[in-house]
């Protein structure tokens, strides 16, 4: 085949153009490449480091939610509900556990098929057998069980009649429980009184109002047994002291009886106190034949007279002290107001410790905060933590209530938590809380108490 020269030429460019194009392609990319590696230094600079995201936290359902999550993805809602409704009042699962029983799922059902005459049968029948069981825990006092079922009645939108019994049964209790705790107080029995005080306060739909009232009146009737028994104590002593003086006229009246007897001679005299000194040797001091009943025999202006009263009222004083120290209280105001009769000014003294040894011995137990009446009530707050972690805890708090009504010494004795979650929150609570002092023998003293407090989420 016959090339022409100018076709030659022609081709001859064309195969020297070929490899230029070939060339210039890599350093197209090349280019491309660090371009694009400059802008990466300038916008991310050569120190920076790639972060990766955490992956999104997955909380797991529990087993009761992924049920009920399957039941309301399911195309039969209504039929799986009520189905799992009669399951339940099979298993006895009537009220619980929460979110997984009869009264729940049937809520749950005829809130769908309001109109469902065996539905609402079924949960007629299902509220009655829980309404037994209220009134057999209402039989058995378990107050906290009957309130319970007596609750998630109400709150499934059904009326019971055993609901209504319930709350006229426990009533009925709770007055009956108040009278017993004013009947203990008007006779002395504090104790008593306050463990009953204390049982009021537990039981549920309590009314703050009505257990003030309670309390105020059991506090006001051991005001009035105090009073009366320091009255009978008063009144022994008055009659003793009217019985010493009837011994002392009868001993006078005697001795004016008596002939007078002949002028006694130096020799023959007689110590006219040598009878006391003898009864005070023997420490008889009361008594026919004790130094009281024989001083008085003894002249007011007899030599020595007062050095051997005044040795008579200081070992009266010191057998009273004794008594007041041991809790016999009635024979220390016996022996004071015999102290009475001889010097005034000791009785006086002999009174402070004694009323001091009333004080001691009243306020000597810890008793039921619940026996004095609180003038000022901030209720704790809930600890964040314990809110966090869905805690629920119970707390029996000691404190003083001060002679001017504020709190003091407070400490948490009991838990029923598994930490120390609440113990901040309660002594923070019972540290602004007040009172009316508690009064022996007219003074305002400090007592020992106790309360509990309850911390539930429900």
């Known amino acids: 085949m016959a090339v022409s020269g100018e076709h030659m030429d022609n081709l001859e460019q064309g195969m020297d153009d070929e490899p230029k194009r070939s060339m210039d392609t890599p350093l197209l990319i090349a280019a491309l490449l660090i371009a694009g590696a400059m802008l990466a230094y300038f916008f991310f600079g050569k120190d920076s480091a790639v972060v990766e995201s955490e992956p999104p936290m997955i909380v797991e359902a529990t087993p009761e939610e992924e049920q009920i999550q399957a039941v309301i993805a399911s195309d039969s809602v209504s039929d799986e509900l009520l189905t799992r409704a009669r399951l339940a009042v099979q298993s006895g699962m009537l009220v619980e556990p929460s979110s997984n029983n009869a009264l729940y799922?049937?809520?749950l059902y005829l809130e769908q098929n309001p109109d469902n005459a065996d539905a609402e049968a079924e949960l007629a029948?299902?509220?009655?057998?829980?309404g037994e069981l209220v009134a057999t825990a209402v039989a058995e006092r378990e107050w906290q069980r009957a309130a319970f079922l007596s609750e998630q009645i109400s709150n499934a939108g059904v009326t019971s009649s055993a609901v209504d019994a319930y709350r006229s049964d426990l009533e009925q209790f709770r007055e009956a429980q108040g009278a017993a705790a004013i009947a203990a107080a008007r006779r002395g029995a504090e104790s008593d009184a306050n463990e009953i005080l204390d049982a009021l306060a537990e039981l549920p739909r309590a009314e703050p109002a009505a257990l003030l009232e309670t309390r105020s009146a059991v506090r006001d009737a051991l005001v009035a047994y105090r009073v009366d028994q320091q009255a009978a104590a008063e009144a022994a002593a008055a009659r003793r002291e009217r019985q010493q003086r009837e011994r002392q006229q009868a001993a006078a009246q005697a001795r004016s009886q008596q002939a007078t007897p002949p002028p006694a001679t130096a020799s023959a005299s007689v110590d006219p106190l040598s009878g006391v000194r003898s009864a005070l040797r023997d420490g008889s001091l009361t008594?026919?034949?004790?130094?009281?009943?024989?001083?008085s025999d003894v002249p007011a202006d007899a030599d020595g007279r007062g050095e051997v009263q005044a040795q008579l009222v200081a070992l009266l004083g010191t057998e009273a002290r004794n008594a007041a120290g041991t809790g016999d209280l009635a024979l220390a105001e016996s022996l004071q107001g015999e102290v009475a009769a001889l010097d005034a000014a000791a009785a006086s003294n002999l009174q402070a410790t004694i009323d001091r040894a009333y004080i001691d011995l009243a306020t000597a137990e810890t008793v039921s905060a619940a026996t004095l009446r609180r003038t000022q009530a901030v209720a704790?707050?809930?600890?964040r933590t314990a809110l966090r972690r869905g805690l629920n805890g119970r707390l029996k708090v000691e404190f003083t209530v001060a002679a001017d009504g504020t709190t003091r010494d407070i400490e948490v004795v009991e838990t029923s938590a598994s930490s120390n979650v609440f113990d901040r929150s309660a002594i923070r609570a019972v540290s602004e809380w007040r009172y009316e002092p508690r009064e022996v023998r007219g003074q305002a003293v400090a007592q020992r108490v106790y309360a509990y407090l309850d911390y539930n989420l429900e």
Request: hydrophobic fraction near 40%; aromatic fraction near 14%; charged fraction near 5%.
């Open 380 to 383: 704790p707050v809930y600890p």
């Open 287 to 295: 008594g026919p034949s004790g130094a009281i009943a024989q001083l």
């Open 105 to 107: 799922y049937y809520s």
């Open 125 to 130: 029948a299902a509220v009655s057998e829980i």
